[in-house]
């Protein structure tokens, strides 16, 4: 009797087993039926390459579960449309964007087992302009980039399958490094700078952290301080590599309404209208991060960057522990002697390409490297580069020679460390140099 009790109730408990899994079938069919409905999400992922930024990925939420290998790049089309509202017309372009990787993966885009999440991995380049995230008029800002995903190849799994999905609400996005930066505004006077800034990880046993203040060119202007870490790779100052120099280092990146170089009587005349401002906002940075040790403060620039680079090392000698100007534009003619002497108590290192035409080096930093060694500084430095190309082996022009940046372009050699010399019989980088200074 007692078995036969114990067979009843396993036959019972397989019907309600089997009833189950049909029901879950039919949840899983009846989700995929609803997904033909747009109700899906799309969320982009910007990363700040040599050029500047784009759009390297889209990451959809299927609101469904689905194991990883059930989707190829073959398997969405993604067309994008890009804009910029500064423009009479904001249109800019609109076309299909090559998918290069696809793949299931969690809610940042991690690769995973199963996931409700795909990642559309798409091609990038310094001629590329769809995954462009910015456009430059007058000054760079960021673009529109509205996005149509559409399924064209189902997506099979156990449970069901899921077909003609086409997605066109965004999510947002991530910006990787610009959001682990700050921002702020200092106000010295009448006049008002905003301000991107990186604080490092608190390392044990570790008081002090060194500061490296990177200056914009003339594009980045305004008060939207994601774009001088953008638009010219900043962001790179923040990388586990050169963060890894310095073992950990606070980023400060100013940012002016205008221009550096916007002078007292004129563009570029040897002084700058935000020059107080700037230093005050360094003081006041340093005052209020206690970690940050005053023998260590590095500042650099790029073009309108480097020319304010230059005056503040001319006008508060002593107070860096080293400078790096980028195609500098403080002409040559405008430094005095008594300037030169004022500067040499800055270790120095320049960076210039010869084939730059919008700041010619042998205007503005050749002569005053010469000039500089004359007077005796002992401690600087030139990378004369003779053009920009990319050196990341990944583009390259029609006839397989390595792709050529704009000769103005020499920032990029700074942010991915490519400056070196010999310092007694060692090559050393331009970050082992910096790091290793110190008042």
Same mark, same amino acid.
């Given at each position: 009797?007692?078995?036969?009790?114990?067979?009843?109730?396993?036959?019972?408990?397989?019907?309600?087993?089997?009833?189950?899994?049909?029901?879950?079938?039919?949840?899983?069919?009846?989700?995929?039926?609803?997904?033909?409905?747009?109700?899906?999400?799309?969320?982009?992922?910007?990363?700040?390459?040599?050029?500047?930024?784009?759009?390297?990925?889209?990451?959809?939420?299927?609101?469904?579960?689905?194991?990883?290998?059930?989707?190829?790049?073959?398997?969405?089309?993604?067309?994008?449309?890009?804009?910029?509202?500064?423009?009479?017309?904001?249109?800019?372009?609109?076309?299909?964007?090559?998918?290069?990787?696809?793949?299931?993966?969690?809610?940042?885009?991690?690769?995973?087992?199963?996931?409700?999440?795909?990642?559309?991995?798409?091609?990038?380049?310094?001629?590329?302009?769809?995954?462009?995230?910015?456009?430059?008029?007058?000054?760079?800002?960021?673009?529109?980039?509205?996005?149509?995903?559409?399924?064209?190849?189902?997506?099979?799994?156990?449970?069901?399958?899921?077909?003609?999905?086409?997605?066109?609400?965004?999510?947002?996005?991530?910006?990787?490094?610009?959001?682990?930066?700050?921002?702020?505004?200092?106000?010295?006077?009448?006049?008002?700078?905003?301000?991107?800034?990186?604080?490092?990880?608190?390392?044990?046993?570790?008081?002090?952290?060194?500061?490296?203040?990177?200056?914009?060119?003339?594009?980045?202007?305004?008060?939207?301080?994601?774009?001088?870490?953008?638009?010219?790779?900043?962001?790179?100052?923040?990388?586990?590599?050169?963060?890894?120099?310095?073992?950990?280092?606070?980023?400060?990146?100013?940012?002016?309404?205008?221009?550096?170089?916007? &002078?007292?009587?004129?563009? =570029? *005349? %040897? $002084?700058?209208?935000?020059?107080?401002?700037?230093?005050?906002? !360094?003081?006041? +940075?340093?005052?209020?991060?206690?970690?940050?040790?005053?023998?260590?403060?590095?500042?650099?620039?790029?073009?309108?960057?480097?020319?304010?680079?230059?005056?503040?090392?001319?006008?508060?000698?002593?107070?860096?522990?080293?400078?790096?100007?980028?195609?500098?534009?403080?002409?040559?003619?405008?430094?005095?002697?008594?300037?030169?002497?004022?500067?040499?108590?800055?270790?120095?290192?320049?960076?210039?390409?010869?084939?730059?035409?919008?700041?010619?080096?042998?205007?503005?930093?050749?002569?005053?490297?010469?000039?500089?060694?004359?007077?005796?500084?002992?401690?600087?430095?030139?990378?004369?580069?003779?053009?920009?190309?990319?050196?990341? &082996?990944?583009?390259?022009? =029609? *006839? %397989? $020679?390595?792709?050529?940046?704009?000769?103005?372009?020499?920032? !990029?050699?700074? +942010?991915?460390?490519?400056?070196?010399?010999?310092?007694?019989?060692?090559?050393?980088?331009?970050?082992?140099?910096?790091?290793?200074?110190?008042?």
């Amino acid at each position: 009797m007692l078995k036969k009790m114990k067979k009843r109730v396993k036959s019972a408990m397989m019907v309600t087993f089997a009833a189950a899994m049909t029901f879950s079938f039919t949840i899983d069919a009846s989700a995929a039926k609803q997904l033909d409905t747009n109700s899906s999400t799309y969320r982009t992922v910007t990363e700040i390459e040599d050029w500047g930024a784009a759009i390297t990925k889209v990451i959809v939420d299927l609101n469904t579960p689905i194991p990883q290998n059930s989707v190829t790049k073959d398997t969405f089309n993604v067309h994008v449309k890009r804009s910029d509202s500064r423009l009479t017309n904001p249109f800019l372009e609109e076309r299909n964007r090559k998918v290069t990787n696809a793949y299931v993966s969690d809610a940042k885009g991690n690769p995973a087992v199963r996931g409700k999440y795909v990642v559309l991995e798409m091609e990038i380049g310094p001629t590329v302009s769809l995954g462009s995230a910015l456009n430059y008029y007058r000054f760079n800002d960021w673009v529109e980039s509205d996005y149509t995903i559409t399924q064209v190849k189902d997506i099979v799994y156990n449970s069901g399958k899921i077909s003609g999905l086409v997605v066109t609400s965004s999510d947002g996005g991530t910006r990787e490094l610009v959001d682990d930066f700050s921002s702020g505004s200092f106000t010295h006077e009448d006049t008002t700078l905003t301000f991107a800034n990186y604080e490092p990880q608190k390392t044990k046993g570790k008081e002090k952290n060194s500061l490296v203040i990177w200056l914009h060119g003339g594009g980045e202007g305004g008060t939207d301080t994601t774009i001088p870490l953008s638009a010219n790779k900043a962001t790179a100052f923040a990388s586990e590599e050169i963060q890894s120099y310095f073992d950990g280092a606070h980023v400060l990146v100013p940012q002016t309404p205008t221009r550096w170089m916007q &002078g007292v009587s004129g563009s =570029a *005349d %040897g $002084t700058s209208i935000y020059q107080e401002s700037l230093m005050a906002l !360094i003081e006041n +940075y340093v005052a209020n991060h206690k970690d940050v040790d005053p023998d260590r403060i590095y500042i650099g620039g790029a073009s309108n960057g480097g020319y304010m680079t230059m005056l503040m090392v001319r006008d508060y000698p002593g107070y860096f522990a080293a400078a790096y100007p980028v195609c500098e534009g403080l002409n040559d003619t405008l430094i005095t002697d008594k300037d030169i002497q004022a500067l040499k108590q800055t270790p120095i290192w320049f960076v210039h390409a010869e084939n730059d035409t919008t700041l010619r080096p042998e205007q503005n930093t050749i002569p005053t490297y010469k000039r500089l060694l004359k007077a005796g500084a002992t401690n600087v430095h030139l990378s004369l580069f003779k053009d920009v190309h990319d050196t990341s &082996g990944f583009y390259k022009n =029609a *006839d %397989g $020679t390595p792709y050529q940046y704009p000769g103005h372009w020499s920032w !990029i050699y700074v +942010y991915n460390n490519e400056p070196t010399t010999l310092i007694d019989g060692k090559t050393t980088t331009i970050m082992e140099w910096m790091a290793a200074q110190s008042k």
